[in-house]
């Protein structure tokens, strides 16, 4: 059969993702988050105390910002699993972050609902803003933009995730004018989320 | 009909547990408790509830099939991993009326035997989650969640989990195994949750809008519950509605409304006015319905009939300037992306759907592309150990059934035949993931 396209297997899908990312540093969690690791433990029964390795990476990335190789090994201590088990996790969820990421980490919806209303465009005018490409970070270590899956906010495409929280009803030309406030402003800049509307304006 | 979950969403602090209690909150669950376990089951059975989550199925029978005679404790865990594109029903319902869900979660506590209850929430709801957490903490307070509840000397936890940006994780299985701290992948069935889910310990997994609906059926009845809406459709249901129309946002409607309705009356119609091209009425996995098939019920039975599902109920209304096999490639770019990894007819099959999408969408397309499509779809679907796979098999399925011409003109043409404005004007890096 003729028809054989090249596939890029190293991006196949999620699970041969690069990992892990030693910024040679080693990691232990502050006191506080130490302690907030062990409340949430409580939550599951002595046996499922793995069920707090997503709460744990959570705590992680509070503290450093993204997932090390060390701070892996130092979850597993705590939760009393292997570092590869860790390893496991990291690597399929999306929301951890495996290197340092800009301040502001700014995730345009690009899944169907939101590009019939433009997400493809902001994305591009965001990628003129800010000067990077998708999944880079600026020089200035300010910004990461990102293209992400559908984000569960569809009745407010085009919808922009920054760092944690929403920007709703993004129109492309308003994108120049978000960076610049989120340079200005922080997250005060974004809308948040508000709950739906019959009255909302069109977008 | 008038709104029964989404009554005061608008109004300030609905969200409170006084402004809760006020409208007769927890009312319900007091109901509930003054009942044996297996009479709650039975009312939720008679009111014919069916499972919000996408698959349809009645959530009476889902608690019932739970094992009663076991050692282990047992397990509620809600599922509030909202993932479907085109579905944002039960954001809303969390962030404007959390403790609805909290009663739902503690009846089906009671009706099963189970003292703990999990809600599993999506990362991305952060600003919701708080919201919870903060309401949860009032009632524990007040005694409505913990140690003997409302004085009535039973005790039940609630917990809440944050997932962290899986959509496989919003299937049944796939949600205990991350809930446990692993890789959201689905398990072979049987046996099902409610015989060894959570821990191994008997489990019901039960969508956020399907506990939300108990506390009415308890306070009301469910003779009234069913008729709300058609025959083994009860209930108020709440839709979905986004992509090329007027009024996006959630509504909350009886299944006898029709989809025209919903899309025409209630959602303002086609943004601009312009014609509509199709519709997609539950969510992305599941098959389009075009602009002549709209005369119908918009419920679970109604739509199966017209060929497609109701699924989540996320209705994604898409106008002329819709190129379809932009659409197809744009859903499996997300398929591919979502795709855990574990059966490999789904793994290898997405990147290949894609791949062929891509080719035929940048105009690279030769007609034999058409029927390897089909084949490659048709290997999937079927042949995966959860439902993922016929979800990401159906969009290249119905474009193709319903859209062939349009396949056949890029392909002859050597581009896209259906530019439109708001795509985008460069290039598309290629696996910009």
């Avoid at chain 1, 040679?24 to 062990?38: H, I, Q, S, T």
């Avoid at chain 1, 951890?96 to 700014?106: A, E, H, I, W």
């Avoid at chain 2, 205990?176 to 409610?194: D, H, M, T, V």
Wanted: aromatic share 8%; proline share 6%; with cysteine.
């Amino acid at each position: 059969m003729s028809f054989h396209p090249k596939i890029d297997y190293r991006e196949f899908h999620r699970s041969t993702r690069k990992m892990p990312y030693d910024d040679g540093k080693v990691f232990a969690y502050e006191p506080d988050n130490r302690a907030r690791l062990e409340d949430i433990a409580k939550r599951y029964p002595p046996e499922g105390r793995k069920s707090a390795i997503l709460p744990a990476l959570y705590l992680v990335q509070r503290q450093l910002g993204y997932i090390s190789l060390s701070s892996m090994q130092h979850v597993a201590e705590a939760i009393g699993c292997t570092a590869a088990e860790v390893e496991d996790v990291v690597s399929f969820y999306t929301m951890f972050y495996t290197r340092p990421m800009g301040k502001f980490v700014v995730q345009v919806c690009r899944t169907l609902p939101c590009a019939l209303r433009g997400a493809e465009r902001v994305t591009e005018e965001l990628t003129t803003a800010l000067g990077i490409q998708p999944n880079d970070t600026d020089s200035t270590g300010t910004f990461t933009l990102m293209e992400v899956e559908c984000l569960g906010a569809c009745d407010r495409a085009p919808l922009v995730m920054v760092n944690d929280s929403w920007h709703e009803c993004l129109q492309p030309e308003d994108a120049k004018k978000l960076a610049d406030d989120l340079r200005a402003r922080g997250e005060d800049a974004l809308t948040g989320c508000h709950h739906q509307s019959p009255d909302r304006a069109k977008g | 009909m008038e709104p029964i979950l989404t009554k005061f969403v608008r109004e300030p602090h609905c969200y409170t547990l006084d402004f809760y209690l006020k409208h007769e909150g927890y009312q319900g669950l007091r109901t509930a408790l003054g009942m044996k376990p297996n009479d709650v089951i039975e009312l939720v059975k008679a009111s014919g509830l069916k499972g919000r989550g996408g698959a349809g199925f009645p959530a009476g029978m889902k608690w019932q099939f739970v094992v009663k005679d076991t050692p282990k404790p047992k397990y509620i865990v809600c599922n509030a991993d909202e993932s479907e594109p085109g579905t944002f029903k039960d954001h809303l319902l969390m962030e404007r009326n959390p403790h609805l869900l909290f009663e739902g979660c503690l009846i089906a506590c009671h009706a099963i035997g189970a003292k703990v209850a999990y809600i599993y929430i999506r990362g991305e709801f952060l600003h919701v989650q708080h919201v919870l957490e903060q309401q949860l903490e009032d009632a524990y307070k007040k005694g409505y969640v913990g140690k003997n509840v409302m004085g009535l000397g039973w005790d039940c936890d609630i917990f809440i989990h944050r997932g962290a940006g899986a959509y496989e994780a919003g299937e049944e299985t796939a949600l205990l195994e991350s809930l446990e701290g692993k890789r959201a992948q689905p398990r072979l069935k049987p046996p099902f949750p409610a015989i060894a889910g959570l821990y191994g310990a008997p489990t019901a997994v039960n969508n956020v809008e399907t506990l939300s609906n108990v506390p009415s059926i308890l306070l009301r009845g469910a003779e009234w519950y069913a008729a709300l809406g058609p025959e083994k459709n009860g209930g108020p249901k709440l839709y979905c509605i986004s992509g090329h129309v007027e009024r996006p946002g959630v509504y909350e409607a009886s299944m006898n409304i029709t989809l025209r309705e919903l899309i025409f009356n209630v959602a303002g119609g086609v943004r601009d006015g312009r014609p509509l091209k199709a519709v997609i009425p539950g969510g992305s996995s599941v098959p389009i319905l075009l602009p002549d098939q709209l005369d119908i019920q918009a419920s679970f039975d109604g739509v199966a009939k017209a060929g497609s599902l109701l699924g989540s109920a996320g209705i994604i209304v898409l106008d002329d300037t819709t190129c379809m096999v932009w659409l197809a490639e744009n859903l499996l770019r997300f398929y591919r992306h979502e795709s855990c990894g574990k059966c490999t007819p789904c793994r290898e099959g997405t990147q290949w759907l894609l791949n062929i999408l891509e080719k035929i969408e940048r105009g690279e397309g030769e007609m034999k592309d058409l029927a390897l499509l089909e084949n490659v779809a048709g290997l999937i679907a079927g042949k995966t150990l959860c439902a993922f796979g016929d979800a990401a098999a159906t969009p290249a399925l119905t474009t193709l059934k319903n859209f062939r011409g349009e396949y056949e003109a890029h392909v002859r043409e050597g581009r896209c035949t259906v530019p439109a404005p708001w795509r985008r004007r460069t290039a598309a890096a290629a696996h910009s993931h």
